[in-house]
């Protein structure tokens, strides 16, 4: 079994930064995806950045330039850089580890990232 956890969320004024961590432990296989996904109060959860075991990232349109993932594939840790915080980024963070040629598809239990304006 595959258990995520995940840390760094809070509260942030406009502007500020945080940084998310998501550490996998269990069964891993490699080659996988993590990435961050992220629920807004009313809305759906959307994908908002994604790394390969290779380090290929993809980002949504919204958070370009302001967030970067990375990962220690050493550690099977997966983070979130979060820089020019918006009001809008307001939402449930969750993480979610996918492996590419064995079945299975993880998430973490989610964690709160507030920005006040």
């Known amino acids: 079994q595959v258990q995520l956890v995940e840390s760094g969320g809070g509260l942030v004024q406009a502007g500020g930064s945080l940084r998310l961590s998501c550490a996998a432990s269990?069964?891993?296989?490699?080659?996988?995806?993590m990435g961050w996904y992220r629920q807004a109060p009313g809305k759906q959860r959307e994908l908002i950045a994604s790394?390969?075991?290779?380090?290929?990232?993809t980002y949504t349109d919204s958070v370009k330039g302001r967030f970067t993932i990375s990962r220690d594939n050493a550690k099977n840790t997966v983070y979130l850089q979060m820089n020019s915080l918006k009001p809008e980024d307001t939402a449930v963070y969750y993480c979610?580890?996918?492996?590419?040629?064995?079945?299975?598809?993880?998430w973490g239990q989610g964690t709160q990232v507030t920005v006040s304006s």
């Open positions: 979610n580890l996918r492996f590419r040629f064995v079945q299975g598809d993880y």
């Open positions: 269990g069964r891993i296989f490699s080659p996988n995806d």
């Open positions: 790394i390969t075991s290779g380090g290929v990232t």
